[in-house]
């Protein structure tokens, strides 16, 4: 089947040629004209399997016949609400590309920035608003946008929506909703809150299933080292001396693991950045910005970001650290090998994390290659119930020792703050990036 097949109208059509999109991903064969009739979706997707154009191709099909013949755009008419900044710029940019030979307005809206320049796209005019949950009730509060004229809504990452803690703000967003409305619903995973929540939002819906949310992709090959905690960063150097590994997206537990990872790797002369939550908006643009332009070669990220970079034919990631739920581990390597490319995902198991390993092999339903040619092979093993007790006594009581330090006279809490900080950098690139946001709306 190709695009010309799903009763695509021809100025969409005409920009997928030019991105050379001839043949739809199984999700938009099979979404698409769904929403085309109007019905309400609830698709199950993961990652990399082209669901933004399975519901954005749509959405702007409908608009376009709406307001083709309008002279001015007073109408938000569709509202695309999705969990992280990452993800809601790409969607906005897929958007831009779908819709460039029509004349729909659309903008994107997400914390981190000052919000004078989102404000000010807002008062134009728009047809679309791609936003995050909390900047989008900020300024319904404000006054500056209403969803009283809402004729389409898409909830897209549902899961992960729920993860960050979203849930209330979803609700209050459903409160003011227009009831006769077109509900899209998009979910990597459906556990019972996932569906319950899916229930209050959709009606008669048509289910979309392309992928189990425990499977991975069949281009993605798979492989793990065995180590010890205090030799991961050598082995993660050892891994990169591989010169076909031309970019890297490196997963780790928490921010200050990233910025200890970058830290190294620069110490290595491996030009690197960390991306995650503590950073500000401008700071993870630019290292994204970077690591698509390949000016640095590895992109360290927490969770928060495996759902929100979108590279394409990234080839390679490594899971420098297991994730102790075996659906974030399908979630991580599905930055690779996306739609038909082929990828590689490496993981790094340390001792404690050998029972997080068969978790994953008993979801994906298959074993993960072992990498016997290894310098720093494993040679301890877990710790017992009373070591893991001891240890973890033992890291509380230097975490109260390094506040109670700080609080001391001459402590970092007392030195002055650098000018430098990341608050004044986000602050910064509100006025600053305006360049980068030109063209918003087409």
Known sequence: MNF???????PILKALKEKNYSAPTPIQEKAIPLVIEGKDVLGVAQTGTGKTAAFSIPIIQHIYGRIKNEKSHTKLRALIVTPTRELAIQIDDNIKEYSKHTKIYHTVIFGGVKQGKQVSELRRGIDILVATPGRLLDLMQQGFISLKDIEMFVLDEADRMLDMGFINDIRKLLKVLPRDRQSLFFS??????IVALSQDILINPRRVEVTPASSTADTIQQAIYFTNKDTK???LVHILKDETIKQVLVFTKTKHGADK?????????????AIHGDKAQNQRQKALTAFKSGEIRVLVATDIASRGIDINKLQHMINYDIPNEPETYVHRIGRTGRAGEEGMA???SEPEDNTFV????????QKIDIIEDNPYPQTEKPMTEKEKKEWNKEKQRRKQEFFANRKKPGGSQNRPKKSGSPLKGGNKTAGG?????KGRRN
């Open 4 to 10: 010309n097949e799903l009763e695509i109208i021809e």
């Open 188 to 193: 990597a995973t459906m556990p019972p809150n």
């Open 233 to 235: 960063k050598d082995l």
């Open 261 to 273: 990872v970058v830290k190294h790797l620069k110490n290595k002369f491996i030009k690197s950045a």
């Open 346 to 348: 490496i993981s790094i």
């Open 358 to 365: 068969r978790d994953i092999e008993k979801l994906i339903k």
């Open 433 to 437: 990036n305006r360049k980068s946001n």
